[in-house]
Every structure is written in structure tokens, then in C-alpha cells.
């Protein structure tokens, strides 16, 4: 059961940010808390609390860009990069995968991202400057997470 709720909050993310380019904002406390139920409230462990300082350096790094880039130094200013809600969905997957794997996937998820934008930009009705990343990012999760529940992949 948690694991179709786990495919709506995703398919809400994912149509809300590709419809709307908004998300409400408790998707991703819920999409967080499937995934500790899935985890088995395992959210101590030791990959997790990697993932979550993973995420916490590439946000440094969009940062430090940011502020060099615009030559202006504000918290606000990594926002002309990224997103509040993909900044949410980061930090709400954590508990997805171990360190490694969690590493594979969330630079695959950004590849997949990235190539989608520019597909549906090219051949299909999205016609905006910006990628919805967080929406990309929970259909890459649908995909992924069946492939892996499908062929039972550990």
C-alpha cells in the first residue's frame, strides 16, 4: 500500500510541476515519510545521513556559482539557478537508496532531467526556459523504483 501512495506523490509532484511549475509544499514532508516508512524508519543509518550532506555540498557548490555568477553575495541568489521545490525533492529522496547507489541515481536523475527538458522542448508542448526538475526527477523515481520492484533488485 505505501508503495502506490509512494507512485501518487510522485505523479502529484510530477504533474503539478510540469502543469503548474509549482508544487504544494507538503508533497515532499509526505514523499519524505513514504520513503523513511519504506526504509523501515531507518533514517539514522549512515548512508542516509550521507546522502543528506551529499545534497548539502552540491547545494554549496549551486551556491558559490550563483554568487559568482551574480556577482552578489544572498541567500537568494542561488534561487535564479534551482528551485525551492527541487531543492525539497533532494532532500526528500534521501532516504531512497545507500550512499552509493543514492550517488548513481540522483546524476542519472539529472541527466534524465536535462535530456527530457529538451525533448518535450523540441518535439512536444512544453515551451518554458526553465526545467521542472522536480517533476522530472519524481517520474525518473516512478520508473526507477518500479525497475527496481519489478526485478526485485536489492
Known amino acids: 500500500m505505501s508503495i502506490f501512495i509512494l507512485y501518487v506523490v510522485l505523479s502529484v509532484i510530477f504533474y503539478q510541476d510540469i502543469k503548474y511549475r509549482a508544487v504544494w509544499w507538503f508533497m ?3 514523499l519524505f515519510l513514504i520513503l523513511l516508512i519504506l526504509a523501515n524508519f ?4 549512515k548512508n542516509y545521513i ?3 550532506i551529499y545534497i548539502l555540498l552540491l547545494l554549496l557548490i549551486v551556491w558559490v556559482y550563483s554568487w559568482i555568477k551574480l556577482k552578489k553575495i544572498t541567500l537568494k541568489s542561488a534561487y535564479n539557478f534551482i528551485g525551492l521545490g527541487d531543492v525539497l525533492i533532494f532532500f526528500a529522496l534521501t532516504p531512497l537508496l545507500p550512499f552509493k547507489s543514492f550517488n548513481i541515481f540522483f546524476v542519472s536523475a539529472l541527466i534524465f532531467s536535462l535530456l527530457a527538458h529538451k525533448i518535450f522542448k523540441k518535439y512536444f508542448w512544453y515551451n518554458g526556459e526553465t526545467i521542472p526538475l522536480a517533476g522530472l526527477i519524481s517520474f525518473y523515481t516512478i520508473l526507477f523504483h518500479f525497475i527496481l520492484v519489478v526485478f526485485n533488485v536489492n
Open 50 to 52: 550521507l546522502n543528506f
Open 28 to 30: 515532499f514532508p509526505v
Open 42 to 45: 531507518n533514517v539514522l543509518n
